[in-house]
Structure formats: structure tokens, C-alpha cells
């Protein structure tokens, strides 16, 4: 059963920090290119960051220099470690797991976990 299950979001002050996780299973994780989107309400589900099976990475301008992302093949988990956060920042954060396949590729979502900057 293909499954991806984020953790670490919730509330925190500007300029503060989080980490979020994303626990995989059911799947070859470490073939997949890992990515983190966010959705803030009312706006469509944007690109935060992407990481390649080789560790090659690439983020979302507005996030630049304050967001990590980084994964660890050995627990399944990929990682997303926010700094410096902003107000508009606040969104649910997904993790998607992708892998070009013969026939059909592969694509999986969990399900998500609120980040709320806000004083």
C-alpha cells in the first residue's frame, strides 16, 4: 500500500522556523524524485521544492535561500526545513513521490500538514 504521511506543520511566529517530514512507504523511495507543494486558501497548489533520486535539488524563487529540502533513503523520509518564515508562507504543505515509468508513471500525495505563520 502506497502511502506518504507528512508531519512537523503548525504554528509559529514570523521570522521562526519548522521542519516538515514526509514518511514513505509501499514504494521504491529512493528511485523517485520527492517534492513538496503548498496550497494557501483560495489559490491554486504551487511548487515549493524538488529533490532528484541523485540529490539534485530546485526551489520555488519565493523560498530561496530560506527552505532546505533533503532526503534520507535509508528511513524513506524526505525533509523540508523552513527558515526565516513569512506570513505567506502559511499553507498546507503536500509531499509527492514521482517516477517515470514505462506505460503509465508513477505518482502518489499524502495528505498534507497545516503551516500558519502568524504573532
Known amino acids: 500500500q502506497v502511502q506518504l504521511v507528512e508531519s512537523g506543520g503548525g504554528l509559529v511566529e514570523p521570522g521562526g522556523s519548522l521542519r516538515l517530514s514526509c514518511a514513505a512507504s509501499?514504494?521504491?523511495?529512493?528511485?523517485?524524485?520527492m517534492y513538496w507543494y503548498r496550497q494557501a486558501p483560495g489559490k491554486e497548489r504551487e511548487l515549493v521544492a524538488a529533490?532528484?533520486?541523485?540529490?539534485?535539488?530546485t526551489y520555488a524563487d519565493s523560498v530561496k535561500g530560506r527552505f532546505t529540502i533533503s532526503r534520507d533513503n535509508a528511513k524513506n523520509t524526505v525533509y523540508l526545513q523552513m527558515n526565516s518564515l513569512k506570513p505567506e508562507d502559511t499553507a498546507v504543505y503536500y509531499c509527492?513521490?514521482?517516477?517515470?515509468?514505462?506505460?503509465?508513471?508513477?505518482?502518489?500525495w499524502g495528505q498534507g500538514t497545516q503551516v500558519t505563520v502568524s504573532s
Open positions: 509501499g514504494f521504491t523511495f529512493s528511485s523517485c524524485v
Open positions: 509527492k513521490a514521482y517516477q517515470r515509468r514505462l506505460g503509465k508513471d508513477f505518482n502518489a
Open positions: 529533490i532528484t533520486s541523485v540529490r539534485g535539488t
